[in-house]
């Protein structure tokens, strides 16, 4: 197993899950691109949003 290098928490409000779970990886880019981390490996259980991540990336 890994280790956990850096934790957070936010106040949503209401939201959709899919929206979380996509803003929750957003933010979490957006820190260890600010960290200069080169290398990323995100863990997801929501297949919808890994779906719209994959089809996103493959379109850009």
């Not at 956990?4 to 996509?22: H, P, Q, S, T």
């Not at 691109?33 to 990336?57: C, G, P, T, V, Y």
Request: overall charge negative; aromatic content about 6%.
């Amino acid at each position: 197993g890994g280790k956990c290098i850096y934790g957070y928490n936010r106040c949503l409000g209401k939201c959709l899950v899919f929206d979380a779970e996509l803003g929750g990886i957003l933010d979490g880019l957006n820190i260890m691109l600010s960290r200069n981390f080169e290398n990323m490996l995100i863990q997801l259980d929501n297949m919808e949003a890994a779906k719209d991540i994959h089809e996103r990336s493959m379109s850009s």
